[in-house]
């Protein structure tokens, strides 16, 4: 007869001499035992999991940005609901308005490229070398990593012609910050480093902040730039090639970008460095410029003809009342003119030269401030020969290995942080920030896929953007605003007068801005002009559920209406990253807006207006 298995699935019993015996006694008790024995396990089960789900929910509902995000993962978002939008034709997977928590089994982000294990991109150490040994060494910075991307952008943008200027290979931080995580920071933390900034950078900006206010991300430079692209244009490298270069350990990045005198130049074999001091940069005495051939310069300090003596005294007069050694355009112009002269830009230039004075080329600033770095309003400057410091001519022969510009030269300064001599030379800053700087591809292809999107939106017709900056503004005090009904009130009033322009100029001839390079987007001038009550595209850092409502019933799209959860799928965890979405927002409306109004004193918008003209 076939053994009848134990209650634990043995083929005996465990404490019973007479195991047949046994069983023969329980062989009528065993289906009972069976069924009372699976009720209780049924019930002890049902019981554990009750006690540990009111545990759980405990603990998110004491904590109100779990509660909000867990809500939406269980429940969905019943404010957005999906396929509300002119180009859901409903074979996509929905809006991401409500997409789910990160964690969810549905959501498994692609990791995203980035440095190998050994610290190096695309070029090989051999390669990396090659490219040091063909310059005159590394140049580096003292990288102010507490300022967000877009400031951080500028920097590198200046830092690239400054480079570029005295031959060097420039050396780039291996990663940036991300101030604001889209979920809970401890979801963003398990897909980036979380620090504290006040502790990462070394300051107590903000500590006066809630706990979980203080928290950034680090994130790969390579997230934020296409660093493979750049380099065919420029000599660069990350600081983690760069320790590799030179047998470094590569762990050893200062978390708040300063260069590190004592470990990167101590010890043998060690690079020499050379330090550029921050107070002779361009006090306010000199005027830094790029480069200067020296017969211009001899030139420029010969004997002045008589009347320019006096047009010198007049220019002095005004640098000195300015407290700058350099002179507006409008302001010498006035000065010539008090002696009777009306010169067109021509003969003043060589009034200019008369006097010793010599003309420079920059950029004019949005409402004349410096917040944007902007390369789209080309003016001219003056200053006297004697206070021309060129920076190539200066720093071109340092013959250490390692040259470091010491401390911060970006603050009040103009695009590249120089003046420049000759049209051309302002026309190739402009190149490095229009064409060399790209985003990653997937931030790319993300944009093309959202404007894909946002042009039908109002049967095909020209749709405008703004960027609403609220977050840090609030604490600021720059806002024009502050409620948000007021805000996009603004925002709503500028884009009526933007929809008058894009009417008057549709019959026009096409005119772009000043820059290199750039054609006419056709495509966007031949869309018909928007009409009232349009939808517009909005970039904002708004996250209060209430504002974000009465932007959406108000004709707002937002970045969740244009950006699917295949999307998300696609481009990886960086979009847990407001600084990411910032970036990929940019692309959007640089690419696919036809009229675009901001804060002339954001960073971020200053990016999306050089896209724009980039874009034609």
Avoid at 43 to 52: D, K, P, R, W
Avoid at 187 to 200: G, H, L, P, S
Avoid at 278 to 289: G, K, Q, S, V
Avoid at 457 to 474: C, E, L, S, T
Wanted: aromatic share 10%; glycine share 6%.
């Amino acid at each position: 007869m076939e053994e009848e298995e134990g209650l634990l699935g043995n083929g005996h019993s465990s404490g019973h001499s007479n195991g047949h015996a046994y069983k023969r006694r329980s062989r009528h008790m065993l289906h009972g035992l069976r069924g009372s024995i699976s009720i209780k396990f049924i019930l002890t089960a049902m019981c554990s999991g009750l006690i540990f789900y009111l545990l759980v929910f405990s603990v998110i509902l004491s904590r109100p940005s779990l509660k909000a995000t867990s809500q939406k993962y269980i429940f969905g978002d019943p404010q957005y609901p999906p396929s509300v939008y002119p180009w859901d034709d409903g074979t996509h997977n929905g809006s991401s308005a409500g997409f789910p928590f990160p964690d969810s089994e549905h959501w498994m982000p692609r990791p995203f490229p980035s440095l190998t294990t050994n610290g190096l991109l695309e070029l090989s150490l051999d390669e990396l070398k090659a490219m040091v040994d063909s310059t005159n060494g590394y140049f580096v910075r003292d990288w102010s990593l507490g300022l967000g991307w877009n400031n951080m952008r500028y920097i590198i943008e200046g830092a690239l012609l400054q480079a570029r200027l005295v031959n060097r290979t420039l050396v780039l931080p291996s990663f940036v910050y991300s101030r604001a995580c889209e979920y809970h920071n401890e979801v963003c933390a398990r897909y980036a480093k979380m620090v504290n900034r006040n502790d990462a950078i070394g300051t107590n900006e903000w500590k006066d902040l809630p706990l979980e206010k203080q928290m950034a991300w680090v994130i790969p430079m390579e997230m934020m730039m296409d660093i493979p692209y750049l380099r065919k244009h420029h000599n660069v490298m990350l600081m983690t090639e760069y320790f590799r270069l030179e047998n470094l350990d590569f762990n050893r990045e200062i978390p708040n970008g300063r260069w590190d005198r004592q470990y990167y130049h101590t010890g043998d074999n060690r690079p020499s460095l050379y330090v550029v001091p921050n107070n002779i940069y361009d006090p306010d005495d000199i005027a830094r410029i790029d480069t200067i051939d020296a017969e211009t310069l001899a030139e420029l300090g010969s004997e002045r003809t008589p009347d320019g003596k006096l047009f010198d005294e007049k220019l002095l007069e005004k640098s000195r009342a300015n407290k700058k050694a350099v002179v507006g355009w409008k302001d010498a112009r006035d000065v010539l003119a008090s002696f009777g002269h009306l010169p067109d830009d021509k003969e003043m230039e060589t009034l200019l030269q008369r006097a010793g004075w010599i003309t420079l080329y920059t950029y004019e600033g949005d409402l004349g401030m410096d917040f944007t770095k902007t390369v789209v309003n080309p003016i001219k400057q003056t200053a006297r020969y004697s206070t021309l410091r060129a920076w190539r001519g200066d720093f071109i022969n340092v013959k250490e290995k390692v040259m470091l510009l010491e401390g911060e030269v970006h603050l009040g300064r103009k695009p590249g942080f120089v003046r420049y001599t000759t049209k051309e030379a302002r026309y190739d800053f402009a190149r490095i920030v229009l064409h060399d700087i790209r985003p990653p591809p997937n931030v790319v292809a993300l944009a093309i896929e959202a404007d894909r999107r946002m042009n039908k939106v109002n049967d095909g017709r020209a749709w405008m953007a703004a960027h609403m900056r609220r977050g840090d503004f609030v604490k600021l005090g720059w806002m024009m605003e502050a409620s948000i009904e007021n805000h996009y009130k603004r925002i709503q009033d500028r884009l009526a007068k933007g929809r008058k322009t894009l009417e008057e100029i549709s019959t026009l001839e096409p005119e772009i801005y000043d820059v290199p390079d750039t054609e006419p987007n056709m495509e966007l001038l031949t869309r018909k002009p928007p009409r009232d009550g349009d939808f517009i595209y909005l970039a904002t850092d708004e996250r209060d559920e209430a504002s974000i409502k009465y932007l959406k019933e108000h004709k707002a799209i937002l970045f969740n209406d244009v950006v699917t959860m295949d999307d998300r799928r696609k481009f990886g965890w960086g979009l847990l990253f407001t600084d990411i979405i910032s970036l990929a927002e940019q692309q959007i409306i640089g690419h696919g807006s036809s009229y675009f109004y901001a804060h002339a004193m954001s960073s971020v918008a200053g990016g999306i207006v050089n896209f724009r003209a980039a874009n034609g």
